[in-house]
C-alpha cells in the first residue's frame, strides 16, 4: 500500500469513527487498528489527532461538494433539488438514527470542545446554506433566501436530533413529507411562515 492510500485510509477510517464514537473519545489507537497499521506507520502519516480532525473536515466538504455537484445535475430544477436535500434524512436514516447527522454531531462536539476545528466544521453548514440558498433564489425567492435556506437546514437538523433521540422512523418519515409540503407551498407563493 503506497503512502497516499494509506493516508486516505486513516482518513476514511478516522471520519467513520469520529462520526460513530465522537471525536473525544475515538483515540490513535482505536483508528490505527481500523486501518490496521502500526502506531509508527500512523505517526509517519499524522503527529496529532487535530491533523486528522483537519483532513476528515478537508474529505467531508469535498464529499458534500461533490454531492451538491451530482444534485445540481440530476435536479430538474431547484424544488427537485432542495427535495434532495429534504430526502437524504430518509436516504441515511439508519445512521441518522443510530448517531445523528454527521455534520451535527461533529459541529456540536467541537462547540462543546470549543475546538480550533469547529470554525472549519461549521463550514460544512454554510456549505448546505450557500447551496440552499442559491436554489431559492433560483426559485425565484431572492428577497428571503437565506431566511428559507436557514430554515430548512435548521428543521432537517432537528428532525435528525428528534429520530436519533427517538429512533423513530415514523416521525422521520412524516417530518420529511411535511417538509415537502412546506417546500411545494413555499414554490407556490405561500407563506413560508404557515407550516405544513
Given amino acids: 500500500m503506497n503512502a497516499s492510500?494509506?493516508?486516505?485510509?486513516?482518513?476514511?477510517?478516522?471520519?467513520?469513527?469520529?462520526?460513530?464514537q465522537?471525536?473525544?473519545?475515538?483515540s490513535f489507537q482505536d483508528i490505527a487498528e481500523a486501518v490496521a497499521i502500526s502506531r509508527g506507520n500512523f505517526y509517519y502519516h499524522f503527529k496529532?489527532?487535530?491533523e486528522i480532525l483537519d483532513a476528515v473536515i478537508e474529505r467531508r466538504l469535498a464529499g458534500t461538494r461533490a454531492m451538491l455537484e451530482r444534485w445540481e445535475l440530476a435536479g430538474a430544477d431547484p424544488i427537485a433539488r432542495i427535495r434532495r436535500f429534504v430526502e437524504i434524512l430518509l436516504v441515511n436514516r439508519a445512521k441518522i438514527k443510530r448517531h445523528g447527522c454527521p455534520?451535527?454531531?461533529?459541529?456540536?462536539?467541537?462547540?462543546?470542545?470549543a475546538h480550533p476545528s469547529q470554525a472549519g466544521a461549521n463550514a460544512l453548514f454554510t456549505l448546505f446554506r450557500?447551496?440552499?440558498?442559491?436554489q431559492f433564489v433560483l426559485l425565484g425567492r431572492k428577497a428571503d433566501a437565506d431566511e428559507l435556506a436557514l430554515h430548512i437546514l435548521a428543521r432537517s437538523q432537528g428532525v435528525a436530533v428528534l429520530a436519533n433521540a427517538f429512533r423513530d422512523e415514523?416521525?422521520?418519515?412524516?417530518?420529511?413529507r411535511?417538509?415537502?409540503e412546506w417546500l411545494a407551498g413555499v414554490a407556490a407563493g405561500a407563506d413560508p411562515h404557515k407550516e405544513s
Avoid at 450557500?130 to 442559491?134: H, V
Fill in 130 to 134: 450557500t447551496w440552499l440558498r442559491r
Fill in 170 to 176: 415514523k416521525f422521520l418519515r412524516h417530518e420529511v
Fill in 48 to 50: 496529532t489527532k487535530d
Fill in 22 to 26: 465522537g471525536f473525544e473519545h475515538t
Fill in 178 to 180: 411535511l417538509m415537502s
Fill in 103 to 113: 455534520v451535527g454531531t461533529l459541529c456540536t462536539e467541537l462547540a462543546k470542545l
Fill in 5 to 20: 492510500t494509506t493516508r486516505e485510509e486513516i482518513v476514511a477510517a478516522a471520519d467513520d469513527l469520529f462520526y460513530r
